[in-house]
């Protein structure tokens, strides 16, 4: 007859003979993405958009992918797949030349928006958590999401061109929300008007999206 198993550390006189549950992540889909994201505005810092206002040309630096906001939401039409709505906000660097001076670096914001649309299973079952305290319980339980998870790199750039305001595309409008987060990586105000050259800027963003669940 084996012995009785009872719960307590592991060690080497022990044998573990019981099989324990685990709980963790499925991925349901997936989707791997090369995007060439041709002319983004930049919107540069105060400082640096009194350079760019005086630059004859500009020198491409570098890109920074600094955070990712994602929106998960059912498809209406189409049971168990999901959009995967992705904003990245980008730091934009590059070197300005104003006359025969040494260039001037500036540095500004880029934001992409990208959309995808995944398998993500249906889930009937309401989940609550302990964890939080009593602010972790809403009332009604909600849909049951599953998890977007987005992985990428720093993008390269490709491309990045001077404009005057002149010959901006009329559709060209500022961004109607920036995060606080976001505002405060750059240490100044974010320019979105009253200017007199404009920066785009082309990139080649390398990523992954996909969606998970819980598991047991």
Known sequence: MPEKVVPGPVSEE???REAVC???KKIFDSCKDKDCIEDLRVYPTRASQEVIDRALSIKAGCAELLCAYIDVQPVSF???FFT???RYFYRITADAFVGAARPVEVCGLAVFDK???LFGSEASAKVFSSQGGSDSCFCGGGANLPTAIVESVDPIILNMKLVDVCECRPCDCGIAEIPT???EAF???LMQGGDVHRLYVSLGQFSIIRLERDTH
């Open 14 to 16: 022990r044998n573990i």
């Open 181 to 183: 987060a976001i505002s």
């Open 78 to 80: 189409n049971r168990g």
């Open 84 to 86: 995967v709505d992705v």
């Open 22 to 24: 685990i709980h963790t």
């Open 115 to 117: 959309r995808a649309i």
């Open 187 to 189: 240490g100044d105000d």
